[in-house]
């Protein structure tokens, strides 16, 4: 076979169909059908924080008290039904979606891009630099992240950029040591080395070689970890260190109304589904995208 | 006209383990003519692999001259580096941890072309990368597939054209066919005598099967425990192996055929810990022969017969 | 290992803390405290030293046992954390107890019955165990089993009894990734040579789970239990406030909200020294799970 | 008096004004408990009676000791270790103490102890307030102590039953143990306190006060964050008594035969303080205009069930010399006062306040700013840091109750005297003359007169609103229908040691 | 039930691997005999469908996504298709054993050496915990291993030393067949002769039949007494070593020979077999072979060959020797 000569011209050869990574991967993600569920809800929240304002007004909908309303079940009209403001809870939990989605991504994102520098330095130069950063990496670590989380919105005072912070910084040294560890499996194939051998430089190496191939499970310890700091923030919300009233958070609608549990539990019930619903989307995806990008099941 | 294109001189790699120093390569000695192919042989852990690395300084000698073309590599820059990688190249041993697996076959022997600005043109650079895949006889089909795709055998010809596709004249062979099936393993042996008689290039061949380096070195030099015990033509080796290591590294080897069974020496223990080694005969454990000066001094690499080196107290002569 | 983190931690969070805005030495006083009297105090206690000085001291103090009195109500902080982390400790114990109790055979029965209703059924169970914030899993517990069933009591901290919903309600969160690990680390044991090997001795399947696959499934097992008891000490914080266990994890709540800094640098502490305690005897049970490792400390 | 807690109490409109106990028809199967539990909604702060200022320490304080004097539940001072007092000069108090009261480690009380635990108090900076007016302490024999006060002070002998005023046994206040296992004299004797869990006390069988012997041998105070939770505690039986029944479960006590609700009104007025020193606040237009701007209402629906009573100034309606001021809801009203003011587009400004109830006052109030267009920011602190930092003044706004001794005078000289600024004069306000209206109605021996000057006074106040006041509510009590004894003043639950079963 | 003198007798053994990507068709239509102390030897490329064979007779093949489709194995003259989990139990080990290609993986990590090969023993053989721990001792000091090193845990042994102990608990209860699948691959030359030595002593010392896994012919030599060529998940030559070394029968076993370097002959040229195993989810209708020989002729293509026998040892399935026993092979000439 090897030595037959195909004679297609070149730009045939070049026509050649490349099926993509992506394509690849999205082939395998399909396959999992809980994942794409998790991604259809994701979709459908990402939507809902989208499409936000064409469902109800911020200012009047979610933010406006009308006592009379108060605490009315789930109906026609209040799809979740009404808080102790009498606003509607539909309306907060979507505008919730929001507020819970951006602090996910932003204090995801912090912790990925220094988590992620501090890790890729460790993990590619290695030896004193490495044994420094993850030193003292571990010092953050002796701290359960949401416990530090919580000193440091105690510390700095509860906003939700604070929170964002809070939680990135928290999540640092986690996103440093899986970047770490993933640079280092592949930092010793011997590709890497092929690359040194026809001239690449440390930086073509680090961004074609070393970072593509470490990125699936950064990705999905990312999206594993949008799922923890969305928790993470209702919970220091619940505390009453998260996101201030009258913004509608998941968490603080939760804490906010659990005196009613008892008579009007959906009150405590649609926040806390919308948390628990979103979450496990996230954890699906990233249940799904570790399968899909896991070389060994290929 | 044999001209020496690479030579070796009091090469030496260690490395810091939490347990000492480990001499993965010390202090050896080897040149190879141009257009010849020197196969590098010993067991596993000898220090083949990192005198392949050290050679294209993928790894920094502890000391040593490794001169290529009358330059000492380690005193080049990076510059000087890059360029000289244009002509020096290596094959690995794993076809399957060798190859990016996000790039295809194209981009794959493309990457030293593009890095290298041998051809800008992407067109040409692309009718370059056909003509390396005819070369090493990859189908043309196989172009955009990914190397997770590929057998083996197809792999490893991935590697080669890769490693030809720069001005290559030297190459690192480390252990190309071990780990293919035996019927594989004879298509890419073909392949590598093929472009090495084409393309007037220069090997070192490593590997640990001394029936593969029979049939396709020059020279052989036999490494154990980071040390050369012997170093001949591959003619005088396999005819008159003097060495007590090399003589039943022969004899070990199971031989496909009813005829001429020859009767095996069976050495004692294993390959012992390159750790801090004693200074004496590191084979010296292992060794029927082996007397009291053995175990006391380390024997030089002699030459005892014209162009036979071997270090060993017993047979010296 | 252990004291220069500790190091780190102190030093961390004094740090944190220092931020925080407020006057202490008027906190102390209260109110009435003339301009004179909150200087002198001031001076007296150093707080106008640099944060570096008062962190010296503060671990001088530290290291003599002294975590400083509590500015809220003058009693010792040492005293006070005396006095409620053995609740804490109780809790979060008998929450890893009861996940591992859960978790390790669910797991191994999930893996030897890969795809069967029972694994799927598992895998769903665990993933919404991740997903359920705890402080939303004890409301919900809270209106079954208080409410609704009056099986256990919904607070306090009487016998065994009322220990039983906050347990689980920590225990939960713990139980899906410690059945995960398990799983997935059992699935990998079970594709190993060694196993055949077993098998091909004639060690009968029940035989073959327990003596050899189990052993070597809980290596990467117990590093998640380690791992999760940091986030059961986090989750301790919610679940103490949930159920009005008065361990240090309300307790640093309460003072953070009063900034009541020597208590909350005392529990997190605590919470730190704790979690680095545990995750040593995690490395220790690693010696005698994994002999490899055993060699490595000698 | 005191600040009043935020708690979970709401109350329907008081019915009447007599302690009213919605009594079940059916009688509860009898449990013979020789054992109460009353649930609290957050832990004591401190043993010592003068070491803390808040109504949860101050019901231990209560059983642990006694105080000169005491109210009774129809909130009249009544002798508890005095024996009898008179009045030589108008500043003057000579005050005779029972003989023979034993503290419980059984040294006999004199006047020694007497002097000293009300010098200390006026040392302590949780309730130096207390004792404020008393210039000094005199022993007159082993049981006679003279006290002195600053100028004619009428409702002097108010003090006096403050925890504040405590009578602690001198030697052991000297001997160190601060307060781990305090001694005192009163009806109970300290057991063990389990931070952040409960205190737990004993019967003292060698009281003093036959008549007034605890009824129970033991009284568990446990601590329950959580309001539902203290409700489940109470229908489960876990707990006997809910001190601070949330108001939303009321319903759920009547409805259940086995426990019975308790009712009184208080004489708590919650209210809004805007810090008069600070800008905004520090035009009148613009206070006024919050007063308008704020829907009470609302505010009574969400936090007391709308069950309470709209206040209407600075006092609860039964205070001597009360008059109600005219605030109606009117946004409209309180835009054009801001435009006036020069406020025309509003302004950001910060609510402080604290506990779960409070917030959601004040986030009505943050709903109700933002229609007349201003920007509210809402920020929690716990309680004991709340009052602390509110009185340095930070604060540009603030939420609190106040609960009154029947004197309007307690209410009116720490809230709104200049003197008590940095005290609990939470809205700053310095008036020359209100501050002159305030004085001359505490000196005026005239009943009348007296009230004709409150007229006055609350329609000035009111006119300068310092503070919006929102509205006054009841204490509300759970407790089981087995329950003997239980009492409620206007300030919660009362005699505590005459509950049993 | 027919008594022969065959301990291992395999017939028409299909099986398949039922996978997302497709069926794996690994094994079709084996024939297997071995007799009683005897060694077969079974060469194959990778992918052959070896290790399939050998865990079958164990009831080893992994289910899902293995399915054994039909077949009979007779192994000691028990039927083992109709065996159940337990009776498996205890052939397993004292009937036959088997010894896994990689030492590295193939010796439970946590578990001390000397236990493991006390496991087998105290399984089948009524002893004390005591007892079978002596046998261990024995065992190991039996595959020269010091016995005093019973209490140690594999990761400190060498690859040798722990092939030497994966041996001593595959012989532990002298099983009548040794399944051996590719024992020595993963070792250096000096070492594999050290461990083929061994296993020589000890075949000859238990009487053993053996079933000798490899795709090194070389190593054929060394201790079979027949040989079975496995391609595409048939046995397309067998014969004993005389047969196969003397007189190659099949083009691809000829490929075979040709593609192994000679240490006698350096400068004869490797003539490789072309191109690759087919695809075993695609397997062609014909001979599987048929795309890389050399011989190949049109019925290739579409019939699979038949058994031709040239003598009781000797088979091969091949359409070379349909019409012409005589034909003769000539390194691919036609
Ligand atoms: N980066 C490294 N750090 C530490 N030790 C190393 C490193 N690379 C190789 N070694 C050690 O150096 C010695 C020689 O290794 P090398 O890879 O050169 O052996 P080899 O002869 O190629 O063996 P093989 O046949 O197994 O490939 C071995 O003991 C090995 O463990
Ligand atoms: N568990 C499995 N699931 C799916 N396919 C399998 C499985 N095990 C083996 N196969 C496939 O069955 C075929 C035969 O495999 P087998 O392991 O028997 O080959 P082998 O001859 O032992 O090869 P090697 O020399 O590589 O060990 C191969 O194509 C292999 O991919
Ligand atoms: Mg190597
Ligand atoms: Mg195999």
Redesign the interface.
Same mark, same amino acid.
């Given at each position: 076979m090897s030595q037959k000569h195909e004679n297609e011209n070149i730009k045939g050869i070049m026509d050649i169909k490349k099926r993509s990574q992506w394509a690849d991967i999205w082939h395998h993600f399909k396959k999992n059908k809980a994942a794409i569920v998790g991604m259809m809800l994701i979709v459908l929240f990402v939507c809902l924080a989208l499409f936000a304002p064409l469902i109800g007004d911020y200012q009047d909908d979610a933010l406006k008290m009308n006592i009379r309303e108060r605490l009315q079940s789930p109906s026609a009209d209040h799809w979740f039904g009404t808080d102790e403001f009498g606003r509607d809870i539909f309306i907060r939990i979507v505008y919730g979606t929001r507020i819970s989605l951006f602090v996910g991504i932003i204090s995801v994102s912090i912790a990925l891009s220094i988590g992620g520098f501090l890790g890729s330095i460790a993990g590619y130069y290695g030896g004193k630099i490495d044994n420094a950063i993850m030193r003292v990496l571990d010092v953050i670590l002796a701290i359960p992240a949401i416990l530090l989380a919580i000193t440091i919105v105690a510390a700095l005072g509860a906003s939700i950029i604070n929170l964002m912070i809070a939680i990135g910084i928290a999540n640092i040294p986690g996103f440093a040591r899986v970047v770490r560890a993933a640079i280092l499996s592949v930092k010793d194939q011997e590709y890497i080395e092929a690359a040194k051998a026809i001239g690449a430089k440390d930086h073509t190496i680090i961004l074609k070689h070393v970072l593509p191939n470490s990125m699936a499970p950064i990705i999905v310890f990312s999206t594993l970890k949008v799922a923890t700091a969305i928790m993470a923030t209702a919970s220091l919300s619940f505390i009453g260190l998260g996101v201030q009233p009258p913004t509608p958070e998941w968490g603080s609608m939760l804490a906010g109304g659990r005196a009613y549990i008892r008579d009007y539990m959906y009150i405590v019930l649609y926040p806390g589904l919308a948390i628990v619903l979103s979450v496990l989307s996230l954890n699906l995806i990233g249940d799904g995208l570790r399968d899909a990008l896991d070389p060994k099941l290929k | 006209m044999s001209e020496i294109i690479l030579e070796v001189k009091n090469l030496k790699k260690y490395f810091d383990t939490p347990r000492g120093k480990l001499h993965a390569v010390d202090d050896i000695n080897f040149s190879i003519e141009k257009g010849k192919t020197l196969g590098l042989v010993g067991e596993s852990g000898c220090g083949k692999s990192t005198t392949g690395r050290v050679i294209l300084r993928l790894l920094n000698a502890t000391d040593g001259e490794i001169i290529y073309k009358g330059r000492d590599i380690r005193n080049l820059s990076k510059n000087e580096m890059r360029e000289l990688r244009k002509e020096i190249q290596i094959i690995f041993q794993d076809p399957f941890s060798s190859l990016d697996p996000r790039m295809t076959v194209s981009e794959i022997i493309e990457e030293p072309i593009k890095l290298n600005k041998l051809i800008v043109d992407k067109e040409k650079r692309f009718e370059r990368v056909v003509e390396l895949m005819d070369l090493v006889g990859l189908s043309r089909r196989l172009i955009n597939t990914y190397p997770h795709e590929l057998d083996g055998g197809r792999r490893q010809r991935i590697g080669i054209a890769r490693a030809l596709a720069l001005n290559t004249k030297f190459i690192v062979c480390d252990e190309p066919v071990s780990a293919l099936d035996v019927s594989i393993q004879a298509q890419i042996l073909n392949l590598l005598n093929e472009l090495q008689e084409k393309l007037k290039l220069t090997y070192i061949f490593i590997t640990h099967d001394l029936s593969v380096v029979n049939h396709f070195s020059d020279d052989i030099a036999v490494m154990y425990l980071g040390k050369l015990v012997e170093k001949a033509s591959s003619e005088d080796l396999f005819n008159n192996p003097i060495h007590p290591y090399t003589q039943a590294l022969l004899s070990a080897i199971p031989r496909a055929s009813l005829d001429n069974k020859n009767e095996k020496i069976i050495l004692k223990g294993e390959i012992t810990s390159p750790i801090n080694p004693k200074n004496n005969c590191r084979f010296a454990d292992r060794c029927n022969y082996a007397t009291d000066i053995c175990r006391e001094k380390e024997p030089e690499l002699e030459e005892v017969i014209p162009g036979h080196f071997v270090a060993c107290h017993i047979f010296k002569k | 290992m252990l004291i220069?983190? %500790?190091l780190?931690?102190t030093f961390?969070?004094y740090f @944190? #803390?220092?931020?925080?805005?407020?006057d202490a030495a008027?906190?102390i006083?209260?109110?009435?405290?003339t301009e004179e009297s909150i200087k002198e105090l001031r001076e007296e206690m150093g707080f106008n030293d640099p944060t570096i000085v008062q962190y010296a001291n503060y671990m001088k103090d530290l290291l003599t046992g002294d975590m400083g009195t509590s500015y809220?109500?003058?009693k010792s902080v040492a005293g006070?954390i005396g006095?409620?982390f053995p609740?804490t400790f109780k809790l979060t114990f008998s929450a890893i107890f009861i996940a591992i109790l859960i978790s390790i055979p669910i797991g191994v029965i999930s893996a030897t019955k890969q795809?069967s209703i029972f694994d799927n059924a598992g895998m769903?169970f665990a993933?919404?165990g991740?997903? %359920?914030?705890?402080?939303?899993t004890g409301?919900?517990l @809270? #209106?079954a089993f208080?409410?609704n069933l009056?099986w256990f009591?919904?607070?306090?901290?009487?016998g065994i009894r009322s220990l039983i919903l906050p347990a689980f309600t920590l225990a939960i969160a713990s139980t899906a990734s410690i059945t995960r690990t398990t799983r997935s680390s059992m699935l990998e044991v079970v594709r190993?040579?060694?196993i055949?090997?077993?098998?091909?001795?004639?060690?009968?399947?029940k035989d073959v789970i327990r003596?050899?696959a189990l052993?070597?499934a809980l290596i990467p097992a117990v590093t998640v239990i380690g791992l999760e008891f940091?986030?059961l000490?986090?989750?301790a914080?919610?679940t103490e406030?949930?159920?009005?266990w008065?361990?240090i994890g309300?307790?640093?709540?309460?003072s953070?909200?009063?900034?009541d800094t020597p208590m909350?640098l005392g529990c997190?502490i605590v919470?730190?020294v704790a979690?680095?305690v545990v995750n040593l005897i995690v490395d220790i049970l690693y010696a005698y799970?994994?002999?490899?490792i055993k060699?490595n400390y000698n | 008096s005191k600040p009043a807690e935020p708690t979970a109490t709401e109350e329907k409109p008081a019915a009447t004004e007599e302690k009213a106990a919605v009594s079940k028809a059916e009688e509860p199967k009898v449990e013979v408990k020789d054992e109460i539990a009353i649930a609290l909604d957050s832990d004591i702060t401190s043993l010592d009676p003068q070491g803390h200022n808040d109504t949860k320490s101050e019901a231990v304080s209560f059983l642990l000791f006694n105080r000169l004097f005491r109210l009774n539940t129809d909130f009249e001072v009544v002798p508890d270790l005095a024996e009898s007092w008179e009045q030589p000069s108008d500043t003057e108090w000579v005050i005779k103490i029972k003989e023979g009261v034993k503290f419980s480690d059984g040294t006999e009380m004199t006047s020694e102890d007497v002097k000293f635990s009300l010098e200390r108090s006026q040392g302590m900076p949780k309730v130096k307030h207390v004792l404020a007016e008393v210039e000094s302490i005199e022993i007159v024999d082993k049981y006679t102590v003279k006290l002195t006060t600053k100028s004619a002070f009428a409702p002097f002998l108010y003090s006096l039953v403050h925890a504040g005023a405590s009578i602690l046994p001198k030697a052991y206040v000297e001997s160190g143990d601060e307060f781990v296992n305090p001694i005192g004299s009163g009806p109970y004797t300290f057991v063990e306190w389990v931070s952040g869990d409960k205190v737990v006390l004993e019967k003292n069988e060698n009281y003093f006060d036959k008549e007034n012997m605890g009824q129970t041998s033991k009284i568990t105070f446990k601590v329950i964050p959580e309001g539902a939770s203290r409700t489940i505690a109470l229908e489960t039986g876990e707990v006997d008594v809910v001190q601070a029944l949330q108001t939303m479960d009321i319903n759920k006590i009547v409805d259940n035969d086995d426990l019975t609700l308790y009712e009184e009104p208080s004489t708590r007025v919650d209210f809004f303080a805007m810090n008069n020193e600070k800008a905004p606040f520090d035009n009148k237009l613009v206070r006024q205009a919050i007063n308008y701007a704020i829907d009470k209402e609302a505010i009574m629906i969400v936090a007391i069930d709308g069950a309470g009573t709209a206040a209407e100034s600075v006092l609860a309606p039964s205070m001597l010399g009360y008059k109600a001021a005219d605030y109606e809801f009117n946004p409209e009203k309180a835009k054009e006062l801001l435009a006036e003011a020069g406020y025309p587009d509003g302004f950001d400004m910060t609510i402080w306040t604290s506990g779960d109830d409070r917030k959601r006052i004040a986030e009505i109030i943050q709903s109700n700013l933002m229609e007349s267009g201003i920007n509210a920011t809402i920020e929690m602190y716990e309680w004991g840091t709340f009052i602390d930092v509110c009185m340095k003044g930070e604060e540009e706004s603030l939420i609190l109750g106040w609960t009154s001794n029947p004197d309007p005078d307690s209410t009116l000289t720490p809230l709104y005297y200049s003197e008590n600024i940095g005290g609990m004069n939470f809205s700053r306000i310095n008036n020359e003359k209100l501050d002159n209206l305030i004085v001359s109605a505490r000196e005026e021996l005239d009943l009348n007169k007296r009230i004709e000057i409150y007229n006055e006074l609350h329609e000035y106040i009111m006119d300068e609103a310092p503070i919006v006041p929102l509205f006054v509510k009841n204490n509300v009590v759970g407790a089981n229908a087995g329950l003997k004894g239980v009492e409620l003043s206007p300030q919660g639950l009362w005699n505590i040691e005459k509950i049993h079963y | 039930m027919i008594l022969n003198n065959n301990i291992l007798n395999i017939e028409d053994l299909v099986i398949r691997y039922v996978t997302e990507d497709g069926i794996v068709e690994a094994v079709n239509g084996v024939n297997i005999k071995i007799e009683k102390g005897k060694t077969l030897g079974l060469v194959g490329e990778t992918g052959a469908g070896k290790t399939t064979t050998a865990l079958s007779i164990l009831k080893l093949i992994p289910d899902p996504p293995g399915e054994v489709v039909k077949g009979n194995i007779l192994l000691d003259n028990i039927d083992i298709m109709k065996a159940n989990e337990s009776k498996m139990e205890k052939i397993r080990g004292e009937v036959v054993s088997m010894i896994f290609q990689d030492p590295m993986t193939a010796l439970n990590p946590v578990i001390t050496v000397g236990d493991q090969i006390a496991e087998a023993i105290f399984i089948h053989q009524k002893v004390t915990k005591k007892e079978a721990n002596n046998k261990a001792k024995e065992m190991l000091e039996m595959v020269g291993i010091p016995g005093n090193r019973l209490n140690e845990y594999p990761h400190q042994f060498s690859g040798g030393m722990k092939q030497r102990v994966v041996i001593a608990i595959a012989l532990s209860c002298s099983p009548k067949l040794l399944i051996a699948d590719e024992p020595t691959t993963a070792l250096d030359v000096t070492i594999q002769a050290q461990v083929l030595e061994l296993m020589r002593e000890l075949k000859k010392k238990f009487q053993m039949s053996m079933l000798m896994i490899t795709h090194d012919l070389g190593v054929v030599v060394e201790v079979c007494d027949d040989v079975a060529i496995m391609y595409a998940g048939r046995i397309i030559e067998q014969g004993t070593l005389e047969d196969i070394f003397r007189s190659t029968k099949h083009p691809y076993t000829e490929g075979l020979f040709n593609s192994i370097p000679n240490i006698e002959d350096r400068k004869a040229k490797l003539k490789p077999i072309r191109g690759l195993m087919s695809d075993p989810y695609d397997l062609p209708k014909g001979c599987a072979f048929c795309d890389r020989c050399d011989y190949q002729m049109e019925i290739c293509k579409t019939k699979k060959p038949e058994k031709v026998y040239f003598s009781d040892t000797h088979f091969v399935e091949c359409h070379l020797y349909n019409e012409n026993k005589d034909f003769k092979l000539n390194n691919g000439r036609k």
């Open positions: - | - | 220069p983190v %500790m780190g931690v961390l969070v @944190i #803390i220092s931020l925080t805005p407020g008027a906190m006083l209260g109110n009435g405290a809220s109500t003058g006070e006095q409620r609740n795809y769903i993933l919404i991740i997903s %359920m914030p705890s402080f939303w409301l919900m @809270i #209106i208080s409410l009056g009591p919904s607070s306090g901290m009487d190993q040579d060694y055949n090997t077993a098998k091909a001795k004639g060690v009968s399947k003596k050899h052993r070597n940091g986030i000490l986090g989750g914080v919610l406030t949930v159920f009005s008065p361990g309300r307790l640093m709540v309460e953070i909200q009063r900034k909350v997190v919470f730190a979690f680095s799970i994994d002999p490899r060699a | - | -």
